[in-house]
């Protein structure tokens, strides 16, 4: 997709594959960048308030925001991303499960260069329970078909 592509209001869900994080991979990103004891230590996070192993929250982020990436739908037009607006982890994410990933685009404004815009996503994760575990709103810069 490029630029003139994306619409205020459209939304990826069905394109999107859902996310299913193991345990090893959590406590080896955890190890490695996040070494909480909730993310790291079996006995400890089973002691925690969570009753287990949960995911980094950026770690968690990143993993979501790859369902997005591997869907391939941007893979022409973007160039990077240029800026996380917000992030809010409202729920743990747990080994194992089943996570559903939408992402909205809820803005787009053209630069000046007239070569390309920005594009303003928002991403979401849902639990099986349709519960919301995960949101976050990236800006990306995305290049025109027509420059």
Request: no cysteine.
């Amino acid at each position: 997709m490029f630029f003139e592509d994306y619409e205020i209001g459209q939304v990826f869900d069905d394109q999107l594959e859902d996310v299913i994080l193991s345990e090893e991979e959590i406590i080896d990103n955890a190890k490695a960048f996040d070494p909480r004891p909730i993310h790291i230590d079996k006995q400890a996070a089973k002691e925690s308030r969570f009753g287990g192993i949960i995911s980094s929250g950026l770690y968690s982020a990143m993993a979501f925001w790859g369902a997005w990436v591997r869907s391939g739908l941007d893979m022409d037009g973007i160039v990077a991303g240029v800026e996380v607006k917000s992030i809010r982890w409202l729920r743990p994410v747990y080994p194992e499960t089943k996570y559903n990933i939408r992402v909205e685009v809820i803005d787009k404004k053209p630069r000046s260069s007239g070569k390309d815009g920005l594009v303003t996503y928002k991403m979401e994760a849902t639990d099986p329970k349709g519960n919301l575990v995960l949101d976050f709103v990236v800006v990306g810069l995305v290049l025109k078909k027509q420059a």
